[in-house]
């Protein structure tokens, strides 16, 4: 089967573009997961479209990751194919608009719009995720969020097809839109902004960038923030009050230096990541009665499968 998807996906994509049996703990900021079957990184927007339309017709599974910066792939890794756009990065200025492909960084594209003179996208100068991911999840920070910018995004369509989705058809809310819903692959977005000054934009980014590194354990691997902010409540609060930090499954730690994080202080696998996520969330719901909420998201196979 392997051999014989390799030769069909030969015909629409290039050799140097198809890894087989790569460790997906490479390509994750946890750096946990095992292998994908097929990890696929396409250079044109045409090759995402075959793609699609290849995985469609031969009822092969394709899954979508971003740089993986807000996700954990389990053990047993990825059937199938793994589709990563981190080859298409480009980014470029019209008037006030930013338009950004879906593997650059967001972070990237914020310091594009600093040197344009653009205001608007500060917020997301700290956010570690692509630009498809930021759409993805509506990525926001320090108040601002995707929704706040977003014009429009082109995207192919689970049936192969590329098209223009308005901002507003993308139901942006907290961490949520409805792309994956709708199976649609993020190709680029369009950012609307307003001119702006240069230094004052730049203060706001510095102070966002000094806040986010003396607060977060950047020091290790880990997926950010691991939960979403529950109604009334600060996640990280909740964990702290129920004396978790430093609280270790394996080699997963709830992080001493803020909560809200768990990292991987010493070669944890997936099972221990996750069960240590459990953990809080049970503890959490024990002590206060809140319901954590995962923000991160959980993909594969566990290994035993």
């Known amino acids: ?9 030969l015909q629409i994509i290039q050799e140097d573009n198809i890894a087989i049996d790569e460790w997906l703990k490479n390509h994750t900021y946890t750096r946990l997961g095992g292998k994908a079957d097929f990890f696929i990184t396409p250079t044109t927007y045409e090759e995402v479209q075959n793609l ?13 990751i971003g740089n993986g910066s807000n996700l954990i792939v389990r053990d047993g890794g990825i059937r199938g194919i793994v589709l990563s756009l981190k080859k298409l ?3 470029h200025v019209e008037g006030t608009s930013v338009i950004a492909q879906s593997g650059a960084a967001i972070i990237d594209t914020s310091k594009v719009a600093l040197e344009a003179k653009l205001t608007g996208l500060e917020f997301a100068c700290g956010i570690p995720g692509t630009v498809g991911g930021a759409l993805f999840m509506n990525a926001g920070a320090y108040g601002g969020e995707i929704k706040d910018v977003l014009e429009y995004a082109l995207v192919v369509t689970k049936n192969g ?10 139901q942006l809310a907290y961490r949520y839109s409805n792309i994956s819903e709708n199976g649609d692959i993020v190709l680029e977005a369009v ?8 230094n004052e934009i730049k203060a706001i980014m510095d102070d966002l960038t000094y806040r986010r590194e003396s607060k977060q354990p950047l020091e290790y691997p880990s997926c950010g923030s691991v939960f979403k902010r529950p109604p009334g409540y600060f996640a ?9 930090q430093g609280v270790r499954i394996g080699g997963a730690e709830v992080s001493k230096k ?3 994080f768990i990292v991987n202080v010493d070669n944890a696998t997936a ?19 809140v319901e954590l909420e995962r923000e991160v998201r959980i993909i594969g196979e566990d290994e035993n499968n």
């Open 1 to 9: 089967m392997n051999k014989e998807v390799y030769e069909q996906l």
């Open 271 to 289: 099972t221990e990541y996750i069960s240590l996520i459990e953990h809080v969330q049970k503890t959490v719901k024990e002590k206060f009665n």
């Open 52 to 64: 699609v339309k290849f995985c469609n017709e031969k009822a092969v599974p394709l899954t979508l």
């Open 89 to 91: 990065t480009t980014i």
């Open 161 to 170: 097809e590329i098209t223009k989705k308005m901002a507003a058809d993308l």
């Open 236 to 244: 990280g609060k909740l964990i702290q009050d129920s004396h978790l």
């Open 258 to 260: 803020h909560a809200g």
């Open 191 to 198: 950012f609307q902004l307003k001119k702006g000054n240069y």
